[in-house]
């Protein structure tokens, strides 16, 4: 086995699965449902991205930009148009469940309208490669391993050092408490839509850049995605963290092993879904006990 | 046959499998309470078992119940991981087998030869094709019947007060001794089977099967039937499977016909989210009440509690 580039593969694949898990994971705390949507919003992402770097000739940093800003209205406009008011009418965790699936079909197939279901590629930009030793890597990965971090670090100052990200922290941990101690919780909930989206949509890109960009972009690592965040315990962004380098290197140690006994990689999806299983049966709560630290 | 007969009988076969399908679901979440995001896999493995079994040689009636069996067995084996915790686990694992069921079948080729597909040996070869439809129809319409009357039995018998007492106060329940994930177990597994007679009556009618035949999409627009029709409502549930499957049926027919700038797949879709969306939103108990609990018993007590009416 060629461990460096393993290593390597893992941390890209964990990576994306990073900052895609976070941002699913942020409203899934607060919110307390999966966002199923959660998928085409990642689609959105990658083709707001493909379409003002592709089609409109912009560099990719405004492409990324964009993306973040148009993913993060959609999500801020799929609260407010659908699940505040859902959850202020009292609907069920199932309701909500549905409602984002619903709000997934609505998107998909208005992407699927616009920009078509075949799958597009980025043709415009070459990225770099370099040969180290055995190890293949390109710019685009370091870029992606790169970004992750940022966003793991600055997610963690957000958290722990500004206003915004306290109110978060209590509004997720007991929102009538936090309502009475007069934190503005639908301010909160709509900045926490607004990133969490936005995220996705950069997750969606990268996604995009390493692929191809369809509307299915986002199902594809809808599950994976899940698998992490559950691991990592729903709403917990460190859990997240350890979760994604687990998940990342048992898809990437996983391959191999599966090449090695003859089996179809394909089930390298499903690497993350045994995981999964795994996680429920014996430790239901995810990793997240082990490192909330009190 | 007129072509426009065709088309009608065509649909009628479809409402009738996805009402059985329906119905699963609606024993699922409608009384139970339950979120099966898989119902795609127990209707996969319906067909696949059924195809799979006829082709080796088994008479099909067995192969039916059979494919009821098997769809069973793998319902209980997923929801028990996902069952003692909450909902959005079961929806999440639930439709994370389906997607490693399709994967699996399109990966191992030896089994029902990958992503080609297999074609299901007709159960009723009359070489006449209008004949057949017309047996199918027969076909499915009995099978409903019998799944619809069970389901109203189910739903007024003691079992089916328990499952309306799982989902409206899961504590209670529990507080009175019913043991919740035994239950809940039993249920799913009612719904299993019953989707995979769908899925089995499925295979039987379109003759042939491929993974994509079984795409989430499918669980969604089952979903969409429930939530239309009115969960715990069987008779609300037939008239959302039947909305629907008119609906989608129609618009392969538009697509057919009609040449309009927008994809009408991609229309339809949309209008399902937006539906969906609209009905929780105002009416979240969809267009059918809930059936009240009619026994002999509770007949005759709401005539001690009013003898006006009669």
């Known amino acids: ?70 993913a993060g209205l959609a999500g801020f406009l799929s609260y407010r148009l659908i ?31 616009i920009w078509g279901f ?31 971090i940022c966003i793991g670090i600055a997610l963690h100052f957000m958290m722990t050092r500004t206003k915004i990200g306290k109110a978060i922290r209590a509004t997720a941990s007991n929102p009538k408490l936090a309502l009475s101690s007069g934190i503005n919780t639908t301010r909160v909930l709509v900045i926490t839509w607004f990133v969490s989206a936005g995220l996705a949509g950069i997750a969606g890109l990268f ?61 390298r999806m499903a690497i993350p879904f045994v995981i999964l299983i795994a996680v429920l049966i014996f430790r239901p709560q995810g990793l997240a006990k082990a490192f909330r630290g009190n | ?27 699922e979440y409608g009384y139970t309470g339950l979120a099966s995001f898989g119902k795609v896999a127990y209707f996969m493995i319906g067909a696949y078992s059924f195809a799979i079994l006829v082709e080796a040689g088994v008479p099909w009636p067995l192969a039916i119940g059979l494919a009821a069996v098997i769809a069973a067995f793998f319902g209980l084996l997923v929801s028990l991981p996902a069952i003692r915790l909450r909902e959005d686990y079961l929806a999440i694992v639930t439709l994370t087998f389906g997607e490693i069921l399709r994967i699996f079948i399109k990966a191992e080729d030896w089994l029902a030869n990958g992503v080609w597909g297999i074609s299901v040996p007709p159960s009723f070869a009359t070489g006449n094709f209008s004949k057949q439809l017309i047996i ?21 018998s003691p079992f089916g007060r328990i499952m309306r007492a799982l989902r409206d106060d899961e504590t209670a329940a529990d507080a009175i001794g019913k043991n919740r994930i035994k239950y809940k177990a039993q249920v799913f597994m009612i719904g299993s089977a019953m989707a995979g007679v769908g899925g089995a009556l499925f295979a039987n009618f379109i003759g042939y099967i491929t993974p994509d035949s079984f795409l989430p999409i499918i669980t969604f627009t ?9 969960p715990g409502s069987n008779i609300g549930v037939i ?65 001690w509690l009013n003898p006006s009416s009669k």
């Open chain 2, 239 to 303: 008239v959302g499977a039947a909305a629907v499957q008119l609906f989608e049926r129609g618009t392969i027919i538009l697509k057919d016909y009609i040449h309009l700038p927008v994809d009408p797949t991609n229309v339809q879709n949309i209008l399902f989210g937006l539906i969906i969306i609209v009905i929780l939103m105002y009416r979240p108990g969809g267009l059918f009440k809930e059936s009240k609990v009619n026994t002999l018993g509770t007949r005759r007590a709401m005539r």
């Open chain 2, 136 to 156: 199918n129809i027969i076909l499915v319409g009995a099978i409903l019947v019998v799944c619809y009357f069970f389901m109203r039995l189910l739903a007024n």
């Open chain 1, 83 to 113: 699940f505040k008011p859902l959850s202020d009418k009292g609907a069920s965790l199932i309701h909500l469940m549905v409602a984002s699936m619903a709000l997934g079909f609505i998107l998909r197939h208005t992407e699927g309208q």
């Open chain 1, 1 to 70: 086995m060629n461990w460096p580039q393993i290593l390597l593969n893992s941390a890209v694949t964990g990576s994306l699965y990073l900052i895609s898990a976070i941002s699913l994971t942020l409203v899934y705390g607060l919110a307390k449902f999966p966002n199923f949507a959660h998928a085409e919003i990642m689609s959105l992402g990658g083709f707001i991205g493909f379409w003002i770097s592709e089609q409109l000739g912009a560099p990719l940093p405004v492409a990324f930009l964009v993306a973040f800003i148009v």
């Open chain 2, 1 to 27: 046959m007129d072509l426009i007969l065709v088309y009608v009988l065509n649909a009628l076969v479809y409402v009738g499998i996805f009402s059985i399908v329906a119905l699963s679901l609606n024993a």
């Open chain 2, 222 to 230: 089952i979903w969409m039937m429930v939530i239309l029709g009115g």
């Open chain 1, 118 to 148: 075949a799958p597009l590629t980025f043709q415009k930009i070459v990225w770099p490669s370099w040969e180290l030793g055995s190890v293949h890597i390109t710019l685009d990965w370091i870029l992606l391993i790169v970004t992750a």
């Open chain 1, 207 to 267: 996604r995009g850049v390493e692929t191809r960009v369809s509307p299915y972009l986002g199902w594809d690592i809808l599950l994976p995605t899940f698998a992490v965040a559950m691991l990592g315990g729903i709403g917990s962004f460190y859990g997240a963290m350890v979760a994604a380098v687990i998940i990342g290197l048992a898809e990437n140690i996983g391959v191999v092993l599966l090449a090695q006994a003859g089996l179809s990689t394909d089930y």
